[in-house]
């Protein structure tokens, strides 16, 4: 069983091996979902788009549920202005996140027990509520009342559904854990 | 404004609240709390370009957020 506790300014995560090699897999994958470009110019990487960095091309409104979660419109009921907004912003939300992610990934590369600076932590708070954004999508959480059936009828869940559903709780507690941890100590600060 | 979503927990949008808009421990729960019972919450108001840094930080964060003109200021 996982375990979280702070050390100093650092947090000491400690995982299973099943459970940091599954990690390691669920964030690569939202790695990959993070660097598909939705331009037509699907050869080039980010990374070396300069119109696209500088905001000079428009950016198509992602066709996936999940990263259009990542990546949601400034204001949904203006169609234009969100457009807009994106061709200005994507970009860098984008490299953002992925940021993020490589982060989490250069800590579990390390081994079961990963120790995180403050700001490490928040890379992986940010990381961890990402890719919780997107398993909730394939889940079809997208409301409380849909997460309570979920629960409610889990006998009735595929396999694959339930190991997702088991994942998520996972990464939940991680997150919640992570964040309860840096919150005390801001607490304890103040108290100083 | 910082839309509901099954998936923030109330942790984490109390401690974005706190560490992004500086808001105190009582005012980013109370908040939270608004967005978790309202289904949505306006966190901050101002300028376009000030909001929509705010609303792109929300994003950075994962949280469900938007920026919307006044509807007195038109």
Redesign the interface.
């Known amino acids: 069983m996982a375990a979280i506790d702070a050390r100093g300014d650092d947090v000491v995560l400690r995982l299973e091996d099943n459970e940091r090699s599954l990690m390691l897999t669920v964030f690569t994958d939202l790695s990959a979902l993070l660097s598909e470009d939705g331009d037509e110019d699907g050869d080039r990487p980010d990374s070396e788009n300069w119109e696209a960095r500088l905001g000079l091309v428009d950016r198509p409104r992602p066709d996936d549920p999940a990263l259009l979660r990542l990546l949601p419109d400034v204001d949904p009921e203006d169609e234009e202005r969100s457009a807009e907004f994106r061709r200005l912003t994507e970009f860098d939300l984008k490299q953002a996140k992925s940021h993020n992610v490589r982060i989490v990934l250069l800590g579990l590369s390390k081994g079961t027990e990963i120790t995180l600076t403050h700001d490490e932590v928040l890379a992986w708070m940010k990381g961890l509520n990402d890719l919780r954004l997107v398993l909730a999508v394939r889940l079809g959480i997208d409301t409380e009342e849909a997460q309570e059936e979920k629960y409610a009828h889990r006998e009735e869940l595929s396999e694959s559904e339930d190991l997702t559903l088991t994942l998520y709780d996972f990464l939940t507690w991680v997150q919640d854990r992570l964040t309860t941890t840096l919150l005390s100590r801001t607490q304890g600060e103040d108290d100083e | 404004m910082v839309f ?6 109330m ?2 949008v ?2 974005v609240f ?2 992004y808009f500086g808001y105190s ?1 009582d005012k980013a729960h109370a908040l939270m709390l608004e967005v978790h019972e309202n289904g949505r919450s306006v966190v901050a108001t101002g300028g376009r370009e000030a909001m ?1 840094r705010d ?2 930080a929300m ?4 949280l ?5 003109p006044d509807p007195g200021s038109d």
Not at chain 2, 59 to 62: A, I, L, S, V
Not at chain 2, 64 to 68: G, I, P, R, S, T
């Open positions: 509901n979503d099954p998936v923030n927990l942790s984490y109390s401690f706190q560490s421990e929509e609303t792109q994003h950075e964060y994962g469900w957020a938007a920026c919307q």
